[in-house]
């Protein structure tokens, strides 16, 4: 009796997903540091207990992502540790923070008031990057260590690209966050098939998620999903595609950054997963990758930013009800 096509697919289905289980249970066991101080801005992904009394539902993805992938996450939000001695220990650093994290807190209302990491510690983790660690930022790291003038308020300066005025940190992860607007479905385009995860992205991926506008993007980068903008609303958005996720090298050292993280659907995500995993495993030297700068060729406009909102001319007043005798 012959098996029919749909039923002899899923065996085949079936069997690829244990090879790919055995397979990860063959890598080498990697360790990283999941860091989420936050200076600024404390997302619910990553708080230690959320309003429902829940933890942050980053911690749960990715304790089951590193039990299924031979992966050891060490979570952490003290800045204090960041050392050479710390910092060895590791094979690659994930970032999911806010703000200056050379500061405590980046006013009296925002920050978790963690222990910040020193000069010396921010000097350290670069130094360590560049010898060959792995980086990993996710969402509102593009959100942290703002260029110098380029704080994170509603002011001209976040509209302009300026490479003289860029962090090292910007510098190092390849992009810095600009502004968001209302949350939304948008579509990603996969912009390289050949890198480990993307040929799994489909054509019409695009989870409602608080999308990030970004610039001073690293010429190097090699753009992997592109936002495509020709549907998105607000003023934040009004630009040509530019990166959402990318991947770049830093010295030695292995760099991955993706836009999306804010949403717990999106955590939940499979394909966000199966895009984070492969960033990893790439970042820690696991698997190998063509990385070579695409920029210009699948985002040409990306530098092309929104035009800082002018505030709205004030309403005139209403004239005074007429008199009644």
Known sequence: MKTPPRLLGFALGLLAFAACAHAAQDLARKKILFFTKSSGYEH????????????????????????????EFTFSKDGSLFSPEYLAQFDAFMFYTTGDLTLAKNSETLGDGNPPMTADGKAALFKAIEGGKGFVGVHSAADTFHSPGNKNDNTPERYVSDGAKVDAYIRMMGGEFIKHDAQQPARQIVADKKFPGMAEVPEDFGPAEEWYSLKNFAPDMHVLLVQDTSKMKGASYERAPYPSTWARTQGKGRVFYTSMGHREDVWKNPVFQAVLLNGINWSTHRIEADVKPNLEAVAPQANALPKFPQPSAPRAPAPAPAATK
């Open 44 to 71: 619910d992904a990553i708080k230690l207990q959320m309003r429902d009394g829940r933890p942050g539902y980053a911690f749960g993805v990715l304790k089951e992502l590193g039990e299924k992938n031979n992966i």
